[in-house]
């Protein structure tokens, strides 16, 4: 079939025309955070190095149309200190989530590598959001007989699982986590699920899940902002597979005073009945700009058999 002088002449303006209408239908952001700072670890050496966490991340989306839309996300942590990838050689080269799904009214579904239902959320429930190794309560002690995925990767994320956020309905939403795979000499399948309420003042968390290895957490939050103030506390209960017992109980506050948030934090653990560790912090956060902000940690750690601990640390924290 011949086509038209005019029609070969329309033809390539259509077809850019269209392929500019497709990329502006979907769409891939570059963010992450940079940290490092120089602390002093309870082994009392001086460090320099990170004090909360640095990552790189690629979000994507695409425009399905009816509501729906494709997503993707790669999400890499790493050290600013020596250039090199966060737990290099021990954990998964793109450590913190490789995921791709849908989302709509329905709300997003996603497959892949993730952080399960409770510790996606958890976050909020802590005074440093669970970031600084110098003075989070809740880097100490949550989770303490507890990995999302012991089999996969550890820690509070889970592989080869699918991952299910709810639409928000009267300030509700539910989450959950499962993983369909069973590993080799494992008792049964990693699961979690959260109810969470936020009607953008008071957050509260409910949440329980089990891994593979038959160890199982439940976690109740609840945080409140009082104008400048906001009040946090957690209450976290993980049991092993042999069947010790942590109860965990963190509290947490921050103040906002201008371009400064002071902070403060107190957590103890007790482990079948004995008390294996508590945590006193207090913090400052001046953010020099909406991007970068420096910051100073202090904490006493007391522990059952090394007594008690002085650590802090002074860092400066880039977003982008």
């Known amino acids: ?90 954990k998964p080269a793109w450590h913190g989530e490789t995921t791709v799904g849908l989302k709509g009214g329905f709300g997003a579904l996603r497959l892949g590598r993730a952080v399960d239902a409770i510790q996606s959320n958890d976050w909020a429930f802590d005074a440093w959001d669970n970031f600084s190794r110098i003075a989070s309560p809740a880097w100490d002690l949550w989770h303490w007989n507890y990995s999302a995925d012991p089999a996969g990767g550890g820690s509070g994320r889970v592989a080869n699982a699918v991952f299910y956020d709810s639409a928000k309905f009267a300030n509700f939403s539910a989450h959950l986590s499962y993983s369909p795979e069973k590993p080799a000499d494992a008792v049964g399948t990693t699961r979690a699920g959260a109810l969470v309420y936020n009607d953008g003042r008071t957050r509260a968390m409910l949440g329980a899940g089990k891994n593979s290895a038959g160890a199982k957490e439940t976690s109740l939050g609840l945080r409140s902002r009082f104008a400048d103030l906001t009040l946090m506390g957690m209450y976290n209960v993980s049991e092993s597979a042999a069947g010790s017992e942590a109860k965990v109980t963190t509290l947490g506050a921050t103040y906002a005073l201008g371009a400064t948030t002071l902070k403060a934090g107190w957590g103890s653990a007790d482990v079948d009945g004995v008390k294996k560790q508590r945590v006193v912090s207090v913090g400052a956060n001046y953010a020099l700009s909406k991007r970068t902000s420096v910051y100073v940690d202090v904490a006493s750690k007391r522990y059952i058999t090394d007594g008690t601990k002085q650590v802090y640390g002074v860092g400066l924290t880039h977003n982008f």
């Open 1 to 90: 079939m011949k086509l038209s002088t005019n029609l070969r002449h329309l033809l390539p303006t259509a077809l850019v025309l269209a392929s500019g209408a497709a990329i502006a239908q979907s769409g891939v952001t570059i963010s992450g955070s940079l940290d490092v700072g120089v602390f002093r670890d309870k082994a009392s050496m001086t460090n320099l190095g990170t004090i909360k966490r640095s990552h790189l991340q690629f979000d994507g989306t695409e425009d399905l149309g009816g509501g729906l839309t494709a997503t993707f996300k790669l999400r890499q942590r790493l050290d600013v200190d020596t250039g090199a990838l966060e737990g290099a050689g021990t």
